[in-house]
T-cell receptor, first 111, second 116 residues
């Protein structure tokens, strides 16, 4: 079945550091890929998405590129801020009405 | 604010009891999804309803059931509660339901269930 694997956390960075959170997936067909973010005490919210191979999703300085050849959708940001501290979830959505989430990666950004 | 509301925000109950969690989707959204988030198992998809009909089932226990009403709000019923059912329960909604692709979901703030 379909699955999503993302790097384990927590990830601890200093402010202005470069962020990468790895995400790989297994899926039949051509799923859409998403990154969701969950701030403390809140529900998940969509950060960015990509619906086909080579698409790049971007939002709030975060980027991720849909790489079909490596089945990956790594999240990157050039310079993180304290306010980026949250849990980040990689997810895929297929034609079977299900969205499958990764386990989540907690990010701590120190001032 | 995602536009998805969930009540109650917190719920504390005892083992063996039954509770009902309520979700109101965003205006215009026809799909409602339920998820369970626990520390040891991450975010688990439970069930999806579209316009009143069940569309997909995930790892939902037989002790749990859900329904979506004509006004599109949904309820998740949890019965014979066990300690391990303590978790955050999220509801999400989306416009689409005829295809899962490109299906952005909008999450509510969650209901924190504590079973003592």
């Amino acid at each position: 079945g379909n699955s999503v694997t993302q790097m384990e956390g927590p990830v601890t960075l200093s402010e202005e550091a470069f962020l990468t959170i790895n995400c790989t997936y297994t899926a039949t067909g051509y799923p859409s890929l998403f990154w969701y973010v969950q701030y403390p005490g809140e529900g998940l919210q969509l950060l960015l998405k990509a619906t086909k191979a080579d698409d790049k999703g971007s939002n709030k300085g975060f980027e991720a590129t849909y790489r079909k050849e490596t089945t990956s959708f790594h999240l990157e940001k050039g310079s993180v801020q304290v306010s980026d501290s949250a849990v980040y979830f990689c997810a895929l959505s297929d034609s079977d009405f299900k969205t499958i989430f990764g386990a989540g990666t907690r990010l701590f950004v120190k001032a | 604010d995602s536009g998805v509301t969930q009540t109650p925000k917190h719920l504390i109950t005892a083992t063996g009891q039954r509770v009902t969690l309520r979700c109101s989707p965003r205006s215009g959204d026809l799909s409602v999804y339920w998820y369970q988030q626990s520390l040891d198992q991450g975010l688990q998809f439970l069930i999806h309803y579209y316009n009143g009909e069940e569309r997909a089932k995930g790892n939902i226990l037989e002790r749990f059931s859900a329904q979506q009403f004509p006004d599109l709000h949904s309820e998740l019923n949890l019965s014979s509660l066990e300690l391990g059912d303590s978790a955050l329960y999220f509801c999400a909604s989306s416009v689409r339901g005829t295809s899962g692709r490109d299906n952005e979901q909008f999450f509510g703030p969650g209901t924190r269930l504590t079973v003592l």
